[in-house]
């Protein structure tokens, strides 16, 4: 009797511990199935050219499973070749909501201007946006403007947009060129 008792408690541990191995093993699978679901979907936005996002993703992989291969390629390619967007500043300009927008027949570098002292005003003299244009004859272009309770960045891109320019956030300053110029460069580099 006192045989059968030890061998029921032995049976009994040896069944729970056998479900616990298999619990861990199944937690296992859906850890590596889900590992595999991230580096599916990083692989994917690499070979679509979304950088930030391939980074993002593939750098989960690469903390979960150091060696794996096709993963350390990849990012290594992406810290090699590609230089993350600095949105300090549009996110910046973008804190700053305009309440009124009011221009008429001006020029692009007077609506600078004018956008400049909204924007100086709207922020308490704590965000006054440095906007370079690039051509005597684009910041000649006339437009007329108006807006309300939009946020400085979109202020910047209407006035853009109306000027025929194309605005490019630099680290420091907002970028006005033509869009001949662009084209015409992007037509050179190819």
Avoid: C
């Amino acid at each position: 009797m006192k045989a059968s008792l030890i061998w029921t408690r032995v049976s009994t541990v040896v069944v729970l511990v056998t479900t616990v191995f298999l619990m861990s093993a199944a937690s296992f699978v859906a850890k590596a199935e889900d590992l595999n679901a991230v580096y599916q979907q990083g692989r994917a936005a690499y070979y679509r050219g979304d950088m930030e996002t391939a980074y993002r993703l593939l750098s989960k992989v690469a903390a979960a499973n150091p060696k794996h291969t096709e993963t350390n390629n990849m990012l290594a390619y992406i810290r090699a070749n590609y230089q993350p967007k600095d949105n300090t500043l549009q996110n910046q300009y973008a804190a700053v909501t305009l309440p009124k927008v009011e221009m008429a027949d001006v020029t692009l570098t007077e609506a600078i201007e004018g956008l400049r002292a909204l924007s100086k005003n709207a922020s308490g003299g704590k965000v006054m946006p440095n906007v370079i244009v690039k051509g005597e004859e684009l910041g000649q272009r006339k437009l007329s403007l108006s807006l309300s309770n939009v946020p400085l960045t979109e202020a910047i891109n209407y006035v853009t947009q109306l000027a025929g320019a194309k605005a490019t956030y630099d680290k420091h300053a907002v970028i006005l060129t033509s869009q001949a110029d662009t084209i015409t460069t992007a037509a050179e580099t190819k």
